[in-house]
T-cell receptor, first 114, second 111 residues
Framework: DTAVSQTPKYLVTQMGNDKSIKCEQNLGHDTMYWYKQDSKKFLKIMFSYNNKELIINETVPNRFSPKSPDKAHLNLHINSLELGDSAVYFC?????????????FGPGTRLTVL | GEDVEQSLFLSVREGDSSVINCTYTDSSSTYLYWYKQEPGAGLQLLTYIFSNMDMKQDQRLTVLLNKKDKHLSLRIADTQTGDSAIYFCAESHSSASKIIFGSGTRLSIRP
């Protein structure tokens, strides 16, 4: 069974469009994250939600809006897509009560903006 | 500020040991991690070490921590082709705080 799943796996779209990426985890974790990995493999955290509340909001354009309908889901909506948004977006989850912060990553969504 | 640095590439011969190095700037880092990313996949935690430890061994993996120099290394003994991946060093202050990742070291194995 997949622990952290993301849909879609690939997303190709035109500049200016609005798109969403969905993430679900079945691990019973209370914290979920969105990361952006660029073409050089640099990984940057974008957002983190704990029990549906936003706890980390890094310097991200407000065209990006996360939504957490429940603890098991964290979706990412992107408005007015730009060329620079092309990247692989990873969702992750963790249990904050653990002894250390082991994050479980989804398989990634490769977004290509044309 | 928080910063984690690694060299970008490492090439080793199959069967040799690989040593991937990392430096970090935040002296209040409590947890230090090594994550592995295989092609086309997400990151997976390989191992971690608390800042009050200086060594941790787990089968073929040995993690060394020099807290004074803020230097972390990952040694993979008897490197195999399946070890080809990108290895990310990372740190956090607590189990609940965000993780800061390094740029990743791409490990390639030559026959």
């Amino acid at each position: 069974d997949t622990a952290v799943s993301q849909t879609p796996k690939y997303l190709v779209t035109q500049m200016g469009n609005d798109k969403s990426i969905k993430c679900e985890q079945n691990l019973g974790h209370d914290t979920m994250y969105w990361y952006k990995q660029d073409s050089k493999k640099f990984l940057k955290i974008m957002f983190s939600y704990n029990n549906k509340e936003l706890i980390i909001n890094e310097t991200v354009p407000n065209r990006f809006s996360p939504k957490s309908p429940d603890k098991a889901h964290l979706n990412l909506h992107i408005n007015s897509l730009e060329l620079g948004d092309s990247a692989v977006y990873f969702c992750a989850s963790s249990r904050t009560s653990g002894a250390y912060n082991e994050q479980f990553f989804g398989p990634g969504t490769r977004l290509t903006v044309l | 500020g928080e910063d984690v640095e690694q060299s970008l590439f490492l090439s080793v011969r199959e069967g040799d040991s690989s040593v991937i190095n990392c430096t970090y700037t935040d002296s209040s880092s409590t947890y230090l991690y090594w994550y592995k990313q295989e092609p086309g996949a997400g990151l997976q935690l390989l191992t971690y070490i608390f800042s009050n430890m200086d060594m941790k061994q787990d089968q073929r993996l040995t993690v060394l921590l020099n807290k004074k120099d803020k230097h972390l290394s990952l040694r993979i003994a008897d490197t195999q082709t399946g070890d080809s991946a990108i290895y990310f060093c990372a740190e956090s202050h607590s189990s609940a705080s965000k993780i800061i990742f390094g740029s990743g070291t791409r490990l390639s194995i030559r026959p």
